[in-house]
Nanobody, 121 residues
Framework: VQLQASGGGLVQPGGYLRLSCAASGRPFSGYVMGWFRQAPGKEREFVARISGSGDSTYYADSVKGRFTISRDNAKNTVYLQMNALKFEDTAVYYC???????????????WGQGTLVTVSS
């Protein structure tokens, strides 16, 4: 499966963005989808994941209550709604697809190219 992330940009603290990740290939609904991010000089970290059906989600503590992951299997797309953005949310955000519900990047087999989110005043 090929993944194409989009929606990044420059936003002020407290603002919001919605990232999208469009997938090609089938069956999209069979994949667990995850979002990860990597800030400059830091390791890639888990942000959120969603089950194939969309009925189960899991978040990193750092984004819980501010970010929401969702998916539309009819459109082969997963979303990350990011609210109340903070300076420390600045990173390149990657979407990923895998078969195993996990927070570990190694468990995801397919990766998008990343989209840059910059939170700055």
């Amino acid at each position: 499966v090929q993944l194409q992330a989009s929606g990044g940009g420059l936003v002020q603290p407290g603002g919001y963005l919605r990232l999208s990740c469009a997938a090609s290939g089938r069956p999209f609904s069979g994949y667990v989808m995850g979002w990860f991010r990597q800030a400059p000089g830091k390791e890639r970290e888990f942000v959120a994941r969603i089950s194939g059906s969309g009925d189960s989600t899991y978040y990193a503590d750092s984004v819980k209550g501010r970010f929401t992951i969702s998916r539309d299997n009819a459109k082969n797309t997963v979303y990350l709604q990011m609210n109340a953005l903070k300076f420390e949310d600045t990173a390149v955000y990657y979407c990923a697809a895998g078969w195993t519900p996990s927070w570990r990047a190694v468990n995801y087999d397919y990766w998008g190219q990343g989209t840059l989110v910059t939170v700055s005043s």
